[in-house]
């Protein structure tokens, strides 16, 4: 009987997280009007993390929008870096997570840390949505082609070919120091990215 | 036993479905409408609480605001038009605070949709806001009022009865401060 009851509870907290996530997905930015297209709410994480907190970040080389190459070691020794995935552009959520980095520039800084924003995206579409978020003061990296190599190495790669909306925190010695493989739907809270590299900092 | 849990469920799930609709509101309240309930909390900051005139702590609802027109902005700090717009409506805010025949009467205050207190407060120094922000993590605010895209502009009118409606609402097309200010004026009867 204490089974069943557990059921009735699970399906009742299921319908009701149903009605608060599709609204999640939706505090949208009036910049891209009419161009974002509206994907639904989706399964939360669809890949399998490949790599750990405590382990050396796996280098890569990506081709930038504003054209040059950027690879991970140059940082070495230098900078923290932020990694970004986000899933894809012009869609609802992602569209709305780099413009509130951008203005974050001071907090970055702060903590002696860079950020690289990721998508799978080639780089004229990354050129086009962008530049709907005004001048970025962070590189944009394409992982298009071999498609969503850097995102499969790292284990943020979905089953359609999108990535997760992951952060991965990188100090200088070239160590991860914390992933957040986030829910698709919904946006990591600004805080909680800028508490790690606090800590890093000390 | 069985037949109590499925009564259960079903109660649950009707209640759930009756509730809901009135929560998350399908479309932006319209012109000549009440605002939905809102709660915010009663600023922390003095000059906050001064300039909204309310007392004490808690939470409080935009009609209790001391003025005749209180404007209501939606914004997130991850919007790219309400960053641009952000000095403008800071200049409203200023162009109301220099004139002493409607200071009194027009006040202003920002919401931020999804927006954690700590990201209000980015955007808030950020921009240098001098008017106050709420944040609106969860979406709540955002939902009751019909998921407005940001930013989004309403300015709700006061009545002497205690009563008050929205007199107008826009979605972004921000034109500047001192025409803002002018529709603001005129909406609400004010001019």
Redesign the interface.
């Known amino acids: ?1 204490e089974k ?2 557990l059921h ?1 509870l699970i ?2 907290a299921g ?2 997280s149903v ?1 608060v996530l599709t ?2 997905a ?6 891209y009007r009419e161009n974002i297209y509206q994907v639904g709410t989706l399964k939360p994480i669809d890949s399998i993390l490949k790599v750990k907190v405590g382990g050396r970040a796996l280098d890569f080389t990506l081709p930038s929008v504003s054209g040059e190459k950027v690879s991970l070691d140059k940082y070495r020794g230098k900078k923290n870096v932020v990694l970004s995935f986000v899933p894809a552009a012009w869609t609802p959520v992602c569209s ?2 780099w ?2 980095y ?3 520039k001071d ?1 970055f800084n702060r903590y002696d840390a860079i950020l690289l924003g990721i998508t799978v995206d080639n780089i004229p579409t990354l050129f086009a949505w962008t530049n ?3 001048q970025l003061w962070f590189p944009v990296l394409s992982d298009f082609w071999p498609h969503g190599a850097v995102a499969n190495r790292y284990g943020v790669l979905r089953s359609n070919g999108v990535s997760e909306r992951a952060l991965f925190v990188i100090d200088k010695e070239g160590i991860l120091r914390y992933i957040d493989v986030h829910d698709i739907n919904k ?1 990591p ?3 909680d990215l ?1 508490g790690v590299l606090e800590k890093l900092k000390k | 036993m069985k037949s109590i849990l499925v009564l259960f469920t079903v109660t649950a799930l009707s209640i759930s479905t009756l509730i809901f609709p009135a929560l998350a509101a399908k479309k932006p309240p319209e012109k000549g409408e009440r605002l939905p309930v809102i709660n915010l909390p009663v600023p922390k900051n003095t000059d906050e609480r001064d300039y909204l005139g309310l007392s004490g702590s808690g939470l409080f609802k935009i009609p209790q605001i001391k003025a005749k027109a209180v404007i209501v902005e939606f914004f997130s700090m991850y919007c790219p038009i309400c960053q641009k717009d952000a000095p403008g409506v800071n200049e409203l805010y200023r162009l109301i605070e220099k004139n002493p025949d409607i200071k009194d009467k027009v006040k202003l205050i920002g919401i931020g949709a999804g927006n954690s207190p700590y990201e209000v407060e980015v955007y808030k120094k950020t921009y240098d806001v001098p008017f106050p922000l709420f944040p609106d993590k969860d979406f709540v605010i955002h939902q009751a009022c019909g998921e407005v895209r940001t930013p989004y502009y309403m300015v709700v009118k006061m009545n002497e009865d205690g009563t008050h409606q929205i007199v107008h609402s826009q979605l972004g097309d921000y034109p500047g401060a001192e025409k803002f200010l002018e529709l603001v004026l005129n909406a609400s009867g004010l001019k």
Do not use: C, K
């Not at chain 1, 939706?26 to 910049?31: F, H, K, T, V």
């Open positions: 009987m069943r009851r009735h399906l009742i319908v009701l009605f609204s999640m939706l505090g949208l930015s009036d910049a709305d997570q413009p509130g951008n203005i974050a907090i709907q978020m005004g946006r809270p600004l805080e800028m």
